[in-house]
Structures are given as C-alpha cells and as structure tokens.
C-alpha cells in the first residue's frame, strides 16, 4: 500500500472502481462475503486504524485486506485498491430543467458551474455534504453563472441564503458572470446599455468588476430583477468573464474561458446583439470554460446558439459561415466547391480550440445549433442537461441525431441527466383519503443520485458514470470507461461489448 496513504490515513479509490467488502447474512443465516458499497474512481477511503495507529490488515478467505470506509460504510478492500492522489471529479447535477455543475479539483478547489432553477443543486450540496446532518460546513465555493437565464441562476437563491447556527452555510469566494446584469425588460437594452456601430447593435457598459455592478445595482429601474436579487444575497465579489481573461481552476485543472468574445466599440468592450433578441444574446454570450487536465479536455458551453456559434467561429478563425453557407447555393459549381472546402478548413481550424474529449450540450440538447459547431466540437462524449415537465423536448431528436453524427469514435457516448432518472423529478405519495393532503416524497434519492452524470479523471484516465435504479451482480455504477490509445495518440471509449 502506498506509504503517503498510511502517513495521511486516507486514500481515494483507484481506477475505475472498488468494491468495499463485508460479510452479510443470506436467508438462512448464513453469512457471506460480499460486495456492499461500490465507490468510483477517486472517491474518498479512510484507513479504519488499530490502537497503535496503524492500518488493520485481515486475511479473508485466503486473500489480504484492508479495513477500511467510504461511502459511509465499513469494510475491505484490497491494499491496491487506494490510492493517494486526489482526481478530478466533474458532477453534472440533475437539476431539472437547466445546468448545474459541481467540480472538485485535485487540489480540492471547489466551483459551481450554474445551479438551476430550483433547489436541486442545494439539496445535492446538503446531500453530499451532509449539512444538516452533521452541522458541518462545506468547504469555500467559487461560483461561475454561464448567464442571466433564471434556469442557470435561480438554484444559487437558496445557496446564498442558507444558514446554519446564524452563519452563512456556503462560503462563496467569487461569482463570475458574462459581464451582462441583466434587468427587468423584454429588450436587449436591459441587459446594458445599447448602442449602434456601423448599423449593428451593442451591449456595452459591461459589469466587469465589484464597483461596475454596484454602479449598475444602483439605478432604480434594476430593483426588481430576479437575477440581480439573486446576485445580492451573497457578498462575495462579482466578476465579469470573457475570452482574454486569466484563467481559473488549479495549477492541474485549468478553466480555459473561450466566450464570450467582446469587440471594442467606442472604446469600451462590446458585445454584439444577435438578431435584436434578448434572449439570443444572453445565451450566446454565454460564459464558456475549456477544462484542462493532462490529457483530458472538457467544454462547458452554456447555451450557445446558431448566431453566437457562428460569431465565435469567425472571431477564431476568419470564416464568415452564413456568406459561406450561402455559397453552397450558387449556380456555379466551383462556387459551390470552393465554399464546401473552406467550410471544411474552418472547422478544421475551430477545433484548435473548441475540440475536446467531453462536452456540456449547448442548451440542454436543442435544436438551435450549427452542424459546423458541432463538428469542430467533436467529442467522444456529450452530456445532456434536460428536465421534466418543459415545453421544449429537450433534448431534440435532430439534436441527438447530430451529436452522434459528429462524435468521434466507433462508438460515441451520448448521456443526459433526464433520460438516467427514468423516476419523474417529483413524486407524490399515493393516498385513497381524498382530505388528506398529498405531499412530495423526499427527493434526494431522485434528482442528486440517480439522475447525476459524474465524470473523474486524472489526466490520463476517465470514467463516466450513472447511477443504477437497481444495484446489479456487478455493481452499483454504469460505467464507461475512456483510455489513451498510444498507437493512434487519441482517446477511445472501451465498450463493454469488446470485452
């Protein structure tokens, strides 16, 4: 066993996964020895110790143990089975409708990446550490809202809020944003100040440090914003994000921000309006994170759309994709030829920065995307971040059908928050007593399990999982595994069918 593990008395488990053992009792009394809790790649294991302080080694069956506990239950594993360097750890949280993120860091850095509308995110974080169970505090948060739509912010309402003994339960270190605080009103005006350049349209006036959205807060006509009520119930300092900034994360996960993408128009940094929309140019302008580690790339998009995949392509590459576009239906065919190529070049030259190995669906799988964007996307895997009860169908069928389309790999991987949890996101107790009211059963066991994407990586190895509604002979966890190919100098997925 490792020695850093016995100095510090806690490990994590090794790839892709481990079976704590124990014995149980079958029907007739008799005991086995078994599996009762499986731990994922990079969970948390503490060395249960003698009385001198050391680990406690069992020989079962033939074979050497250790004791250990994880997941909140005692047990063996073998020696082998821990390890003492701490992973990245990427929790797409089921939170319903909407985007929540939690990522721990090898350095233990903790940020939240959205949070929903609702409290999903928050009785994740109470669940997973045990807030009110144990009166603990968690440990500080950086927070990142991708933008101004309340199904990315409205879950941080009750996060901020939350107290525990009088104090604040979460510690928020920053809040990051696009830059656009946006108030009440139908027009692009409301998430700035707009204005007019060479016959197209700005917002400017960007919220790019602490005194810029003080100054915004203090105009009358922001009072009533949701958005900007959410953002005042924590104290933290609040930061605009966008392409050219520092980097955040760690020194081995490091936060890439690629969009949004500001002009400078009358000397101030601008963003354009898309389609004189609203609601097109905050979710274009969303904030979007390349995550690094080793090997390992991982996109956070927000909720790009066609306008804004476009804007970013040309901004990285030169291409104009609608002229382009619009090429394909001249008459002549070597128009048509030299458009399709520099389609093609520009992908090639987009995927410089936008090609990863996991990445956030824009949108929550809808349909308004590029097939270009996606293509210079090309990754091996997409998580899909969708809910119940919304007038979308999210994720689109077109949607699904182009991820695949432009994956890479014999077999790409599509997974979505929604489709893991087969259960509704609530559920009401049945009653034959129509005076008594029906209440909600608890949740946690829906919506922060069962429906969670987790993703763990060190750099060089990574698994994806889901939870199963029903542990099976080989565990509780679906898992995927991708590894390094050496011969070919690119991930591939290890199907379970190749085995």
Known sequence: MDQKVIENK??????????????????????????????????????????????????????????????????????????????????????????GCHIVTPEDDHYLVDAGSSDNMFRFLN??????????????????????????????????????????????????????????????????????????????DLCDTESD??????????????YIKMLQKTTAEKLSLRNGAPSIGSATAVMEIVGPVAQIVDNKPALPVFKGN?????????????LAIGKVKILLGGDLNEDSEDYLIKHYTGADLPELRAKLKSKLQKDRDLAKEAIKQAVLDARKIFQVDVAKSCHHGSSDFTSEFMDAVNPLATIISSGDQEPHCHPRPDTLGTIGKYSRGERSLIF??????????????SNTNSKVNVKPITKERLVTVYGMINLRTDGEKII?????????????????????DEINNEYIYRSKQSE
């Not at 669940?127 to 169970?133: A, D, G, H, L």
């Not at 939350?162 to 998430?191: A, D, Q, R, W």
């Not at 199963?468 to 565990?475: D, F, K, N, S």
Request: charged fraction near 25%; charge should be positive.
């Open 464 to 484: 994806i999982a889901q939870k199963l509604e029903a542990p099976a002979t080989r565990g509780s966890w679906d898992l995927h595994e991708i590894l390094w």
């Open 213 to 226: 959205f003080q100054q915004r807060i203090a105009v009358e006509s922001t009072f009533n914003a949701n």
């Open 10 to 99: 806690k490990g994590f488990a090794v790839f892709p996964s481990v079976k704590i053992m124990n014995y149980t009792k079958k029907g007739n009394g008799d005991k086995k020895f078994t599996w009762v809790k499986h731990l994922l790649f990079g969970d948390w294991i503490s060395l249960l110790t003698g009385d001198d302080g050391m680990p406690v080694y069992e020989t079962i069956e033939g074979t050497e143990y250790i004791k250990v506990r994880g997941r909140n239950q005692n047990g063996y594993i073998l020696p082998h089975e821990i390890q003492h360097n701490r992973i990245l750890e990427v929790n797409f949280v089921d939170v319903g409708q909407g985007d």
């Open 127 to 204: 669940w997973r550490y045990n807030i009110e169970k144990g009166g603990k505090f968690p440990p500080p948060f950086t927070v990142v809202i991708s933008h101004s739509d309340d199904d990315h912010y409205m879950g941080f309402t009750k996060i901020f809020e939350h107290t525990t003994n009088g104090n604040k339960t979460f510690k928020i270190e920053k809040v990051y944003h696009n830059g656009m605080v946006e108030k009440t009103g139908t027009k692009p005006g409301s998430l700035g100040t707009l204005i007019s350049s060479n016959k197209k349209d700005y917002i400017t």
């Open 416 to 429: 979505s928050t929604e489709l893991s949890r087969s259960t509704p996101e609530f559920l009401k107790r």
């Open 278 to 290: 609203k609601g097109k140019t905050k979710n274009g302008h969303s904030i979007i994170i390349k």
